[in-house]
């Protein structure tokens, strides 16, 4: 009977802490669905959409029928309404669709007084963007491992209820890794994180999403004091990932050796990328998130361009 009282009280403690993650995410919503759109609203002049009749499920438009083309397409209840005959295209979907995954482990948490935001913040923004920015040139965008691609104006809130759904689920843990699934040819990810696991977990979990020909982009986050290490004199440092800890009496002393630890294990994450044909974008939480969107904006465009050829 005691062991199975203890069993209660564990998962008591569990499902508090699960449920006391989503309720803080869905404070904090709010205000990075605001941030979110109008970054993305700051880069949005000059997108070009790029939504085409062609196969598919997901109805565009009707249009007038066109004398010596099949019948098969025509739309006769839609018709019946005019004094026209129309044809019911459909959205062409065979090339476009981008997964999007927003890393919210523990080390995300992370803001230095260096810091606009804490890293989980500035991704959260980011990948909510990228996601209304998307929709907006036509894509369909799905959450990975989450949502469905969806081609919804209402992407961003959709998105935010898939993820506090997700941190209310019991035994929801979040994974300092993308999901390990293997995306559709020609589709493309977008993988938002600080990259501070391994570089081999993150090259082999890379390379088992691209393993069908997807195209990825990684947008690594920073805080400035990560990149800086602005420490000196007597410091101890945190495992926000386990109990850890470190104290030195010189921090200053570590400074030269941490730089170029740092350096190496970006690119190693680097190369692992660039022989798939990934992209690596590096970007500061000191410096307004829109310089990320719109890098990211222009390499994505650019690569979907090229694919539509």
């Not at 007084?113 to 991704?123: G, I």
């Not at 600080?194 to 920073?222: N, T």
Request: glycine share 6%.
């Amino acid at each position: 009977m005691s062991d199975l009282r203890l069993l209660d009280r564990a998962e008591q403690r569990v499902s508090a802490s699960t449920e006391g993650g989503a309720l803080a995410l869905a404070a904090k919503l709010p205000s990075l669905i605001v941030a979110a759109k109008e970054v993305a609203a700051s880069v949005t002049h000059g997108m070009h959409g790029r939504r085409r009749a062609g196969i598919g499920e997901t109805f565009w438009q009707f249009r007038p029928f066109v004398a010596g083309e099949s019948t098969t397409g025509i739309d006769w209840r839609r018709s019946a309404r005019d004094d026209r005959i129309y044809i019911r295209e459909r959205e062409w979907e065979a090339a476009h669709s981008v997964a999007i995954w927003i890393d919210r482990s523990p080390s995300m948490g992370f803001i230095s007084n260096l810091a606009r935001q804490s890293k989980s913040d500035r991704a959260l923004v980011l990948g909510l963007a990228a996601a209304d920015l998307l929709v907006r040139g036509g894509e369909r965008v799905s959450l990975l491992g989450l949502t469905r691609p969806l081609a919804s104006r209402s992407i961003v809130a959709q998105f935010a209820e898939a993820m506090i759904a997700e941190e209310r689920a019991a035994g929801y843990q979040a994974a300092e890794l993308a999901p390990n699934l293997m995306l559709p040819p020609r589709s493309h990810a977008l993988l938002i994180s600080d990259f501070l696991s391994e570089p081999a977990q993150i090259a082999a979990r890379i390379k088992a999403l691209a393993a069908r020909g997807a195209h990825g982009y990684l947008v690594m986050i920073a805080d400035p004091a990560e990149e800086t290490f602005p420490f000196a004199g007597h410091t101890e440092f945190l495992d926000v990932d386990s109990s850890s800890r470190l104290r030195v009496g010189q921090a200053e002393s570590f400074r030269r050796d941490y730089i170029a630890r740092l350096a190496a294990h970006r690119e190693a994450i680097r190369q692992a990328a660039h022989q798939l044909g990934w992209t690596l974008l590096l970007h500061r939480t000191d410096r307004p998130a829109s310089e990320a969107l719109l890098a990211l904006r222009l390499r994505l465009d650019a690569d979907i361009a090229g694919m539509a050829r």
